[in-house]
């Protein structure tokens, strides 16, 4: 009771409301004025300017949580997803996707893999779900980039970054994109294309392992990498944001 008693002490009379609603108001005003756009369609606008950097800043929060009463309890935090959300959001708070980015990385693996999940209350990956998600890395890769184009804050690269939450073996972030391109230069099926591992971006399709038993999920069972599936779209992957650390490195010197 006495956070709640805390809370409702701001709000004795009118004008505390109407001042703390008006601060509301300046707050989102000022966040959603970084990026607008004009179609001479107000319906698109609505929708560009407002509900959908909205959306973005929700999933950047919530993920792929069921409410705002789920996260950390469930599935925790997607590595992939998290590096896409924060595509959408890198513009309005810069600081917090920054700390993201740093978050993520910390549950990559030393050989450039990672956990696919990880619970944000403890930034520790979700051994249950484990790792042979092979497109993983390279979502890295495009969050970092977004980032530096956005803000031009090339100091992220420097961050000293554990692997597996073990400041022992921290290394650069920069270090850790290496990484990420080594390990699917480093697992390449019959045909030279980077092998998916237990599923590429389209989980729901392209499946390398299989669940025996009714409800058990397929992320749980089934070797985390398979020595001949490969994936056109890791692929693809691959070529887009290894040509984006490309000019990362170019860009350092």
Same mark, same amino acid.
């Given at each position: 009771?006495a956070?709640? $008693?805390?809370m409702?002490?701001? %709000?004795?009379?009118?004008?505390?409301?109407?001042?703390?609603f008006?601060?509301l108001?300046?707050y989102?005003?000022?966040?959603?004025s970084?990026?607008?756009?004009?179609?001479?369609?107000?319906k698109v606008?609505?929708?560009?300017?407002i509900?959908n950097q909205?959306?973005?800043?929700?999933?950047?929060n919530?993920?792929? /949580?069921?409410?705002?009463?789920?996260? !950390?309890i469930?599935?925790g935090?997607?590595?992939?997803?998290?590096?896409? @959300?924060l595509?959408?959001?890198?513009?309005?708070?810069p600081d917090?996707?920054?700390?993201?980015?740093?978050?993520? +990385?910390?549950?990559q693996?030393q050989?450039?893999?990672?956990y696919?999940? %990880?619970?944000?209350?403890t930034?520790?990956?979700?051994?249950d779900i484990g790792?042979?998600?092979n @497109?993983?890395?390279l979502?890295?890769?495009a969050?970092?980039?977004a %980032?530096?184009r $956005?803000t031009?804050d090339?100091?992220i690269l420097d961050e000293?970054v554990?692997?597996?939450?073990?400041?022992?073996?921290?290394?650069?972030?920069? $270090?850790?994109l290496?990484? /990420?391109?080594d390990?699917?230069i480093?697992h390449?099926?019959?045909h @030279?294309?980077?092998?998916?591992g237990?599923?590429?971006w389209?989980?729901c399709l392209?499946?390398?392992?299989f669940?025996?038993?009714?409800g058990?999920?397929f992320?749980?069972?089934g070797?985390s990498e !398979?020595?001949? +599936?490969?994936?056109?779209?890791?692929?693809?992957?691959f070529?887009?944001y290894g040509? $984006? %650390?490309?000019?990362?490195?170019?860009f350092?010197g």
């Amino acid at each position: 009771k006495a956070p709640a $008693e805390k809370m409702l002490s701001r %709000y004795q009379t009118d004008a505390d409301v109407e001042r703390s609603f008006n601060d509301l108001k300046d707050y989102w005003k000022k966040l959603l004025s970084k990026f607008t756009v004009e179609t001479g369609n107000d319906k698109v606008n609505r929708m560009v300017n407002i509900w959908n950097q909205y959306q973005c800043m929700v999933t950047f929060n919530m993920s792929r /949580s069921a409410s705002y009463f789920e996260s !950390g309890i469930g599935r925790g935090m997607g590595f992939r997803d998290s590096c896409q @959300d924060l595509l959408g959001f890198v513009h309005l708070i810069p600081d917090r996707a920054r700390q993201r980015i740093i978050d993520i +990385a910390s549950t990559q693996f030393q050989d450039g893999s990672a956990y696919h999940q %990880y619970q944000p209350l403890t930034k520790k990956g979700n051994s249950d779900i484990g790792s042979g998600f092979n @497109d993983d890395p390279l979502w890295l890769i495009a969050g970092t980039s977004a %980032y530096i184009r $956005e803000t031009g804050d090339t100091s992220i690269l420097d961050e000293k970054v554990p692997y597996d939450n073990d400041m022992s073996v921290a290394t650069s972030l920069f $270090e850790h994109l290496t990484r /990420s391109l080594d390990y699917i230069i480093n697992h390449k099926g019959p045909h @030279d294309l980077p092998l998916i591992g237990r599923a590429d971006w389209n989980d729901c399709l392209n499946l390398n392992c299989f669940s025996e038993h009714p409800g058990e999920s397929f992320q749980t069972f089934g070797p985390s990498e !398979g020595p001949v +599936a490969e994936s056109v779209f890791i692929g693809g992957m691959f070529v887009k944001y290894g040509n $984006e %650390y490309a000019d990362l490195c170019d860009f350092l010197g």
